[in-house]
C-alpha cells in the first residue's frame, strides 16, 4: 500500500446532536463521564484520562451522531490533509484549543482530526490487588497458596454502604469511572470502501478482515491506529457491513475503557441495572477480537455506549489477520448478542428491532448459506 496521507495516534472524543441536553447529561454521569465544559447549546464530558473531554452533544432538532474526532501528533499532518483532500485548517473554537480539519467519510460522519489541543493531567487509579491465580510474586515467594493481598480486606468503594434505598428501591451508587473512548463501530454501505478511506487517508491499520463463509472479506474490519513501535489499541475502529436486509444509521457504538479493573466494569453494570432507566444491550462478556471484557448499554436517545477493560495491544508489526464472521459475534464467553446489537434506534422501537433473530442465529444462518453472501444479491 501507497503511503497514507497522515497516520492519527488516537481517538479524542464521539459527536452527537440530541434534541434535549439534560436528558443525556444525566445518562453521562450515571454511564460514568464527568461533565467538563458546558454552554447553552453544548455538553461536554471528559474522563480521567488526558483527552480534555471524550464526548460532546450540541442541541438540535434531531438525534444523530455527527461524528468522531481523531488526533495527530504534528502540524504537518494537518498540511498535508489540507492539500490533499482540500479542506481548510481551522483554529477550534471550543474548549481545548488547538487546530482542526474537518472530512467527511463514505458514511457520511464528520471525520474531525485535530493537531495541538490541550491535554489534561490524567487521574491515575490504580486497580486492586487481587487474590486469584498464580501471581509472579508468589511463585517468586514460593508460597503458592498466600494472597498478594494479606491483612488487607478488599473493599470496592464504601461496602454495602453503596446500597442506599431510594424511594423503596435499592440504588447501588458506585458508578464506573470512565477513562477514555477508545473506539467506536460503525455500519458501512461498503466496508471495502470504508477499510480504503480510513487506510489511505488516516493510516489505519487492519487487524481483522471480517471474512464470510464464502472466502469473501467485504463484511468489514477492525482496524488500529498506526503508532509503529508503541503498542495501540487492536481497534479503534470497527468498519461492519452487516449481511442481509436493513438500511442502518452509521453509528454503532462507543467502546470506553473503565479507568480501573474488572470491578470497575462490575460495578458501573451494578449501577445501571439498578438505577433501572437504560436499556441494556448485551454483556457483560470477554470478546474475541480485542479480548476485552465487555458491557453494553443504551442512552435514553438508544444510543449504544460499551464499558470495557482488559483489551489487546498491538504494535504496527502485527500482520492482519482474515477472521471469520462468527468471530465478531461469539465472544469467548458472554450472553448472545440481541439482534438490536449495532442498530441505533430509538428506545421505544427496541422491543419490535429485538424480535429478529438474534445474531448468533444470524450467524449459523450465515454459516449454513441461507443468507447471500454477495452484497449484490442482498439489494
Ligand atoms: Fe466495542
Not at 468503594?157 to 454502604?161: F, I
Given at each position: 500500500m501507497s503511503q497514507p496521507i497522515c497516520k492519527i495516534t488516537d481517538l479524542i472524543f464521539t459527536r452527537f446532536e440530541l434534541v434535549d441536553l439534560d436528558k443525556q447529561k444525566e445518562f453521562m454521569n450515571h454511564f460514568g463521564c464527568q461533565l467538563a465544559h458546558e454552554t447553552d447549546n453544548s455538553i461536554f464530558f471528559k474522563g480521567?484520562?488526558?483527552?480534555?473531554?471524550?464526548y460532546v452533544a450540541s442541541k438540535g432538532d434531531q438525534n444523530r451522531c455527527i461524528g468522531m474526532a481523531y488526533k495527530v501528533n504534528a502540524f504537518e499532518d494537518l498540511q498535508k490533509l489540507s492539500s490533499n483532500l482540500n479542506v481548510e485548517i481551522v483554529d477550534n473554537?471550543?474548549?481545548?484549543g488547538g487546530k482542526k480539519v474537518t472530512l467527511i467519510d463514505p458514511e457520511g460522519l464528520e471525520i474531525e482530526i485535530y493537531y495541538g489541543m490541550n491535554e489534561m493531567k490524567p487521574e491515575i487509579k490504580t486497580s486492586p490487588k487481587l487474590n486469584?491465580?498464580?501471581s509472579t510474586e508468589r511463585i517468586k515467594s514460593n508460597s503458592?497458596?498466600?494472597?498478594?493481598?494479606?491483612?488487607e480486606l478488599q473493599r470496592i468503594?464504601?461496602?454495602?454502604?453503596e446500597w442506599q434505598l431510594e424511594d423503596d428501591k435499592w440504588v447501588y451508587n458506585l458508578r464506573t469511572s470512565v477513562k477514555r473512548v477508545g473506539h467506536t463501530a460503525i455500519n458501512c454501505k461498503d466496508a471495502k470502501e470504508s477499510i480504503r478511506w480510513y487506510s489511505e487517508n488516516l493510516g489505519l491499520l487492519v487487524t481483522n478482515y471480517i471474512m464470510g463463509p464464502d472466502g469473501s472479506d467485504h463484511m468489514g474490519a477492525f482496524m488500529r491506529a498506526d503508532t509503529g513501535d508503541t503498542p495501540a489499541d487492536h481497534h479503534i475502529l470497527n468498519n461492519v457491513q452487516f449481511p442481509g436486509e436493513g438500511d442502518f444509521a452509521p453509528y454503532g457504538h462507543a467502546g470506553y475503557e473503565v479507568s480501573g479493573s474488572v470491578d470497575d466494569l462490575m460495578a458501573g453494570h451494578h449501577h445501571l441495572k439498578s438505577v433501572d432507566k437504560y436499556p441494556h444491550e448485551w454483556g457483560i462478556g470477554r470478546h474475541l477480537l480485542g479480548s476485552q471484557m465487555y458491557d453494553y448499554w443504551r442512552d435514553s436517545y438508544g444510543f449504544t455506549h460499551e464499558h470495557w477493560t482488559d483489551g489487546d495491544f498491538l504494535d504496527s508489526s502485527h500482520p492482519p489477520e482474515k477472521t471469520p464472521f462468527r468471530d465478531t459475534i461469539m465472544a469467548q464467553y458472554g450472553p448472545f448478542a440481541p439482534s438490536s446489537f449495532g442498530v441505533s434506534v430509538p428506545n421505544d422501537q427496541l422491543e419490535e428491532v429485538r424480535k429478529n433473530p438474534r445474531l448468533d442465529q444470524v450467524v449459523a444462518m450465515v454459516e449454513k448459506g441461507e443468507i447471500p453472501m454477495n452484497p449484490e444479491e442482498n439489494k
Open positions: 480521567s484520562g488526558s483527552n480534555p473531554y471524550i473554537e471550543e474548549p481545548g486469584t491465580g498464580n503458592p497458596n498466600a494472597g498478594d493481598r494479606v491483612n468503594g464504601q461496602a454495602s454502604d
